[in-house]
């Protein structure tokens, strides 16, 4: 595959290199007064300085830890929840399924960002995004297993392996998940960028990471009153977070069933 998507992991990737190393490569400390607030990019500061006098390029090299752990934590969790519930209930079908479907109906009637809004009262920002992705995201991932996996459940490799007398858990974990490797992947992806973008929400909004601390989402509500003065203190982390988004929905599309020929 060529074009953008085929692109998309490499870009992923560079992301990720950014993200674990970029902070040894930072020129000055994130938190460290070099120049006149809002000075466009020259020699000293590449990328220009903040409303502090800081280092753009060295907070943007340091910010997106905290962002994409938290993340990555809250994406892990919801397709793990989703996956299991949906095997459940592609599995078992009758009142199981019916049960599932009606906590899937449930979660999915309050929208994820004014969930992660009122959870952010009363828990620390980082636990908040993990706590509502994991609510909003696992009746989705929930969903499409269950379908997938009650087709499967008719399928002739399951029912061989019913026959030859291994057990629904055995049965589940060695022909039903791994035929679902691709799907799950791909919902992952998405799951990962819901989080991604509620985590950028809450920071913009003040309830995620608090200053002086370097993050990328956090930059944006920073910078943007001096936009006018150092556009890219405030582009530079959009762009991020743009292609960071972008790079992981296109790397779930690629990942998607049927993308490799297989289910």
Do not use: F
């Not at 000293?44 to 990555?72: M, N, Y």
């Not at 009758?94 to 828990?123: E, I, K, Q, Y």
């Not at 620390?124 to 509502?132: K, Y």
């Not at 969903?143 to 002739?156: F, I, K, N």
């Amino acid at each position: 595959m060529t074009g953008p998507v085929a692109a998309a992991p490499v870009t992923a990737g560079a992301i990720a290199l950014l993200v674990l190393l970029g902070r040894y490569a930072a020129p000055h400390d994130p938190e460290q007064q070099i120049g006149p607030p809002w000075s466009p990019p020259d020699s000293a500061a590449p990328l220009g300085t903040d409303g502090l006098g800081r280092d753009v390029l060295s907070r943007v090299l340091h910010g997106g830890t905290e962002l994409l752990t938290v993340s990555l934590l809250a994406a892990v969790v919801a397709v793990s929840c989703g996956t299991v519930l949906g095997l459940a209930a592609g599995w078992a079908g009758g009142p199981t399924a019916r049960a599932v479907a009606w906590l899937c109906d449930l979660l999915l009637a309050v929208p994820a960002l004014v969930l992660a809004l009122v959870l952010a009262v009363a828990l620390p920002g980082g636990t908040a995004v993990v706590v509502a992705s994991v609510l909003s995201g696992t009746p989705l991932t929930a969903r499409v297993v269950a379908g997938e996996s009650a087709r499967l459940r008719t399928s002739g490799h399951v029912h061989a392996a019913l026959e030859r007398g291994e057990t629904a858990p055995s049965v589940l974990a060695r022909e039903v998940l791994p035929a679902l490797r691709g799907l799950v992947t791909a919902d992952a992806g998405l799951r990962l960028v819901t989080a991604l973008q509620i985590a950028a929400a809450l920071a913009v909004l003040g309830l995620g990471p608090q200053p002086p601390e370097a993050d990328w989402a956090l930059m944006l509500s920073e910078n943007l009153p001096g936009a006018s003065l150092n556009p890219v203190a405030l582009l530079a982390p959009a762009v991020l977070l743009a292609g960071c988004a972008w790079a992981l929905a296109a790397a779930a599309h690629r990942a998607g069933p049927g993308r490799d020929g297989r289910p």
